[in-house]
């Protein structure tokens, strides 16, 4: 069984700091990709950031310079450190693992969202 789960959001102010973590667990999938998606109500489900099992990432242009990926391959974990949040970062942020880049590849697994929300 595959599993996927996200720990670390909550509500914060603007301009400041949370750590998103998603630990995966199970066989018969790849974990060769993890990363980060996000939906705010309304809104299509979009990057975040990814990251491969060699380190390297893509990042969505909106998070460049505040967001950082990293993963321990050992633990299966991938993290996202979120700085200098912003209002416009409010959304439900989903984990993510499959063999590539990218949302659209129809092996990807996905883990069960946590609420970010950025507000004074």
């Known amino acids: 069984q595959v599993q996927l789960v996200e720990s670390g959001g909550g509500l914060v102010q603007p301009g400041g700091s949370l750590r998103l973590s998603c630990a995966a667990s199970?066989?018969?999938?790849?974990?060769?990709?993890m990363g980060w998606y996000r939906q705010a109500p309304g809104k299509q489900r979009e990057l975040v950031a990814e990251i491969d099992n060699s380190g390297s990432t893509n990042y969505a242009d909106s998070v460049k310079g505040r967001f950082t990926i990293s993963r321990d391959n050992a633990k299966n974990t991938v993290y996202l450190q979120m700085n200098s949040l912003k209002p416009e970062d409010t959304a439900v942020y989903y984990c993510k693992a499959g063999p590539r880049f990218g949302s659209s590849w129809r092996f990807n697994y996905w883990g069960q969202g946590t609420q970010v929300t950025v507000s004074s």
């Open positions: 199970g066989s018969g999938f790849s974990t060769n990709v």
